[in-house]
């Protein structure tokens, strides 16, 4: 599809349901290869992002992208990739698939919401409603109790969510999102193969879990992203937002099914407090 193509509304449908089905596999595909222990953590994260940049790279020459338009990205937002990569990767050991999402793309919101508002965007009532309403499912997630998620692999999973939310913002208005989304990934493989090597000596690997870690990167992140961009075409920022707030639902939903994960009770009242509150924040925005 050329790069100033506009996809039909049929077509925007389906490329929209494709990246988030992408985005609630990432948390499936490392829950499965993380809590068996198929791999490690870091060596997940650093063949993630090497198998991403590989498959990503290969869409940008085959879209025969101009090579002054191949360097777009920025080690500011690798950085930032890597940042959201690890803990990410770190966090999934111990908590759940939904639990997982829920935090991750509670805090990603939250910190696009949060951005604005340093950047001088009042909030209106309504936003400051769903605000509450979202922070209170967070904080009722991680209270102390029998279903209380490690609290640990909790704020990793918040540090990833900061993470992604700023690599996001930072990627907001670029010429070429797919280009510079290559690029930082290429920039990031560094940065996850010095972490690989520091963590070296608890370094271990199957032919399942460098499956599972490939199949994120080059499928669920490379792939994924590619489609999300093509998708954004044709959503509002606002829109955009609102449909990824049906990523941890789906990501709960899957883990339930395929990992035979439970779907615990103060998972499900927090979840819906986490996704109704930023979905009423969202829809009090100014346009």
């Given at each position: 599809?050329?790069?100033?193509?506009?996809?039909?509304?049929?077509?925007?449908?389906?490329?929209?349901?494709?990246?988030?089905?992408?985005?609630?596999?990432?948390?499936?595909?490392?829950?499965?290869?993380?809590?068996?222990?198929?791999?490690?953590?870091?060596?997940?994260?650093?063949?993630?992002?090497?198998?991403?940049?590989?498959?990503?790279?290969?869409?940008?020459?085959?879209?025969?992208?101009?090579?002054?338009?191949?360097?777009?990205?920025?080690?500011?937002?690798?950085?930032?990739?890597?940042?959201?990569?690890?803990?990410?990767?770190?966090?999934?050991?111990?908590?759940?698939?939904?639990?997982?999402?829920?935090?991750?793309f509670g805090i990603v919101q939250l910190t696009m919401i949060g951005s604005g508002m340093i950047n001088g965007i009042r909030p209106t009532p309504l936003e400051w409603t769903g605000l509450a309403l979202a922070f209170g499912g967070l904080v009722l997630l991680v209270l102390p109790g029998i279903e209380t998620p490690d609290a640990v692999?909790?704020?990793?999973?918040?540090?990833?969510?900061?993470?992604?939310?700023?690599?996001?913002?930072?990627?907001?208005?670029?010429?070429?999102?797919?280009?510079?989304?290559?690029?930082?990934?290429?920039?990031?493989?560094?940065?996850?193969?010095?972490?690989?090597?520091?963590?070296?000596?608890?370094?271990?690997?199957?032919?399942?879990?460098?499956?599972?870690?490939?199949?994120?990167?080059?499928?669920?992140?490379?792939?994924?992203?590619?489609?999300?961009?093509?998708?954004?075409?044709?959503?509002?920022?606002?829109?955009?937002?609102?449909?990824?707030?049906?990523?941890?639902?789906?990501?709960?939903?899957?883990?339930?099914?395929?990992?035979?994960?439970?779907?615990?009770?103060?998972?499900?009242?927090?979840?819906?407090?986490?996704?109704?509150?930023?979905?009423?924040?969202?829809?009090?925005?100014?346009?």
């Amino acid at each position: 599809m050329p790069e100033t193509s506009q996809p039909t509304p049929s077509s925007a449908v389906a490329l929209t349901t494709l990246a988030l089905i992408c985005f609630a596999a990432n948390s499936l595909f490392a829950r499965a290869a993380l809590r068996s222990a198929e791999i490690d953590p870091a060596s997940y994260t650093a063949i993630r992002l090497a198998s991403g940049a590989l498959v990503l790279w290969l869409i940008v020459r085959l879209r025969h992208v101009p090579a002054a338009e191949r360097r777009a990205g920025s080690w500011g937002s690798a950085a930032a990739l890597a940042l959201y990569a690890a803990p990410f990767s770190l966090a999934y050991v111990a908590l759940p698939t939904g639990t997982g999402a829920l935090i991750l793309f509670g805090i990603v919101q939250l910190t696009m919401i949060g951005s604005g508002m340093i950047n001088g965007i009042r909030p209106t009532p309504l936003e400051w409603t769903g605000l509450a309403l979202a922070f209170g499912g967070l904080v009722l997630l991680v209270l102390p109790g029998i279903e209380t998620p490690d609290a640990v692999s909790a704020l990793l999973m918040a540090i990833a969510g900061v993470a992604w939310g700023l690599y996001s913002l930072r990627g907001r208005g670029v010429a070429n999102p797919i280009a510079a989304t290559a690029d930082n990934f290429l920039r990031s493989v560094p940065m996850a193969a010095v972490v690989m090597l520091a963590m070296l000596p608890w370094a271990h690997a199957t032919p399942t879990g460098v499956l599972l870690a490939c199949g994120s990167g080059a499928i669920a992140s490379g792939v994924g992203y590619s489609i999300w961009y093509l998708a954004l075409r044709s959503l509002t920022p606002t829109r955009a937002a609102i449909v990824q707030l049906s990523v941890p639902v789906l990501a709960a939903i899957a883990g339930v099914i395929l990992l035979s994960e439970v779907a615990t009770s103060r998972l499900v009242i927090a979840g819906g407090a986490i996704v109704g509150g930023i979905g009423v924040a969202i829809l009090g925005r100014r346009r």
